[in-house]
């Protein structure tokens, strides 16, 4: 009896990739339908939410499954965002080759210093890009190309005709983040159910064992950094385009938010992303909302939102590691062998 | 010449600020394994206590006292408040490796958000205790002021008493074997747990001095660490992470070197150039210059 359940749980499994595209394909309509019938404000935040949900990704990929911690994942968004720019200033390509090219740099980035990174363990590694975190963006002040402090400005032009004379310019910007983030969302889940993901988990959980049955783990800690980079890049290039291209934007916060939400939507799961993004666009307006009680200081408005992810910060890795869904599902399993 | 010799004293000054950072990382490492992200978050506190202290009565000692005082009562609340916490509940699991690190930078959030809400995210001017003129020496007026003197004091007087602590007192031996081997210190008689929490409180005191230093005759905004926190960082992993005596080197050596590039490339190498010595020393010598049998000796 048990062993015809799981032979039929397997079969069901045996096709998660369609499943998968029709996951993505909903989300994706349901998106675009929501889009038509929310304001303005709503519709910039939404764009906001993915790129943080993508960025969130590019960290999952990176901490949950190679187990690699960096805290200047802000770094690499700032270069595929000064790529993009750069190429859509100089060479005028279609939108798209832009994105490519935040893409490609950013790995490019990613790949070299990921190449002296996967050597590094924990604290050692969070420690180097924490100060690539806080040292790339003064180097916009060193070349006058880069813009210094006032930054660049990433143009993708108004939405093309054939969408109709409403169709607002934050609207364009959710749809491009939307897009690139469900896309990119969907390849980074591809990869990490393919033999690749499953090497990155085995070198982390168990670096000796994994060397032991052939997997260079040294090389597929390199590959992880490099893809996660160039997600990173393509997320930077997305908010430069929805705000600034200028170190302002790709500031420490930045990529400690990131973090943040990472933590909160569970390391290792991927589809916590989107939670991710929407609980780091979320709590500032909440924040809002309780610091009106307060009176209207400046203080208390500015301070409101870190407090409350910092506080929920370190709850979340004080008491559900792993997670708050992965907690949930580990609790379920419980009950269930309790209940057998 | 002369030039050298101001540059090189400007930064074994600000050097020597470096090293006090680098001295509460490493001993929060030795202690407890940790990389406490939250270091500079714990002296930004104490840094506008002294602020505040200072405004209030005008004393700088006192204010000095006081912020040492509430920085190693700080280091010992978080270690028994949240980092046995963190130990008990996350010590297995996929992401047990980086938890304390995650820790650490929800503190050092959490520190800055109630830091900015008491004081507000603008700067405040921390004026400093003594003259910033530069001697003058003939008819040439130095860089070098009675601050630097004051900072250069300050750290070596606190480097000392760490040194005779570590060396010549039975706490110092007892931490000495703790961050050596805490299973043989514990069979011993030694209270591991204790002298955890005894590290952190003389990290929290160290970083409130560094603060205090770095600070003077600068602004204190609620962020204005981070540069102290990488700084030092950088120069413990120059010297091993591990060792007392290589922090200590570690701090002067990329002050003095750091001084030298700002005063003759620029200030706007300071960041990339630090940044290239730390990965160039993590992939050559990751041990970092005082290896680990030099540190374990210390």
């Not at chain 1, 062993?3 to 397997?10: I, M, T």
């Not at chain 1, 889940?189 to 990155?200: D, E, F, M, T």
């Not at chain 2, 003939?138 to 570590?166: E, K, Y």
Request: proline share 3%; aromatic share 10%; hydrophobic share 55%.
């Amino acid at each position: 009896m048990l062993k015809r359940k799981r032979e039929e749980s397997s079969k069901r499994e045996h096709n998660p990739y369609r499943r998968r595209v029709l996951f993505f394909l909903l989300l994706g309509w349901g998106l675009l339908l929501l889009g038509d019938r929310v304001s303005e404000l709503r519709v910039y935040q939404g764009a906001l939410i993915a790129i943080y949900a993508l960025a969130i990704g590019s960290l999952i990929l990176l901490t949950g499954y190679s187990g690699q911690l960096s805290l200047g994942q802000g770094a690499f968004m700032a270069i595929g965002a000064y790529a993009a720019a750069l190429t859509q200033i100089y060479l005028q390509p279609p939108l798209i080759v832009t994105f490519i090219a935040a893409v490609v740099v950013a790995a490019l980035f990613g790949a070299i210093i990921g190449g002296g990174a996967a050597r590094l363990s924990g604290p050692y590694l969070a420690g180097t890009t924490l100060a690539l975190a806080l040292g790339l963006p003064t180097l916009a002040n060193l070349f006058s190309f880069l813009g210094g402090e006032t930054g660049l400005y990433f143009d993708v032009g108004i939405a093309p005709e054939r969408f109709g004379a409403e169709f607002t310019l934050y609207k364009w910007f959710f749809w491009i983040a939307a897009l690139a983030t469900l896309i990119m969302l969907f390849f980074i889940q591809n990869i990490l159910k393919s033999r690749y993901g499953r090497a990155w988990k085995a070198g982390r959980a168990n670096a000796a064992a994994a060397q032991l049955v052939g997997l260079h783990v040294g090389r597929r800690k390199v590959l992880a950094f490099t893809i996660s980079a160039g997600v990173a890049g393509l997320a930077g290039a997305l908010l430069g385009m929805v705000s600034l291209v200028a170190p302002s934007t790709f500031t420490l916060s930045l990529s400690f938010a990131i973090i943040t939400g990472a933590v909160l939507a569970g390391l290792t799961s991927l589809t916590g992303s989107i939670l991710g993004g929407l609980v780091l666009v979320i709590i500032p307006e909440i924040a809002e909302m309780v610091s009106g009680n307060f009176g209207e200081s400046e203080a208390v408005t500015a301070n409101i939102p870190g407090l409350i992810t910092s506080l929920l910060l370190i709850l979340t890795v004080l008491f559900t590691p792993n997670g708050p869904a992965e907690q949930w599902h580990h609790h379920k399993e419980k009950k269930k062998q309790r209940a057998l | 010449m002369q030039q050298v010799i101001n540059v090189f004293l400007i930064g074994i000054s600000i050097g020597s600020i470096y090293a006090l950072m680098s001295l509460a990382l490493v001993l929060v490492w030795r202690s407890t394994r940790v990389v406490n992200f939250a270091q500079a978050g714990q002296a930004i506190v104490t840094t506008y206590v002294a602020w505040e202290v200072v405004n209030r009565s005008g004393s700088f000692l006192m204010a000095f006292i006081l912020a040492v005082a509430i920085g190693g009562l700080i280091g010992g609340l978080v270690e028994s408040g949240m980092m046995r916490t963190l130990f008990k509940h996350a010590s297995d699991g996929p992401v047990a490796a980086v938890a304390p690190v995650i820790a650490t930078l929800g503190l050092l959030g959490v520190i800055r958000a109630l830091v900015g809400l008491i004081w507000t995210n603008e700067g405040k001017r921390f004026e400093s205790p003594v003259s910033t003129a530069g001697f003058v020496i003939g008819d040439t007026t130095l860089p070098f002021s009675r601050l630097n003197l004051l900072i250069i004091c300050t750290a070596a007087i606190v480097m000392i008493v760490f040194s005779i602590l570590f060396q010549r007192t039975n706490l110092g031996l007892a931490l000495r074997a703790a961050a050596y081997n805490p299973e043989i210190a514990r069979l011993s008689g030694v209270k591991v747990s204790m002298t955890r929490t005894i590290g952190w409180v003389f990290a929290g005191a160290a970083g409130a001095v560094a603060g205090i230093l770095v600070s003077s005759n600068d602004t204190l905004n609620p962020y204005s660490l981070d540069v102290l926190f990488v700084f030092g960082f950088v120069a413990a992993v120059v010297g091993g992470l591990e060792s007392l005596v290589g922090a200590v080197v570690g701090g002067l050596v990329l002050g003095v070197g750091l001084s030298f590039i700002t005063f003759y490339l620029g200030t706007s190498l300071v960041f990339p150039t630090a940044f290239i010595v730390l990965v160039i020393v993590l992939l050559v010598r990751p041990s970092g210059i005082f290896g680990v049998k030099g540190a374990r000796s210390a």
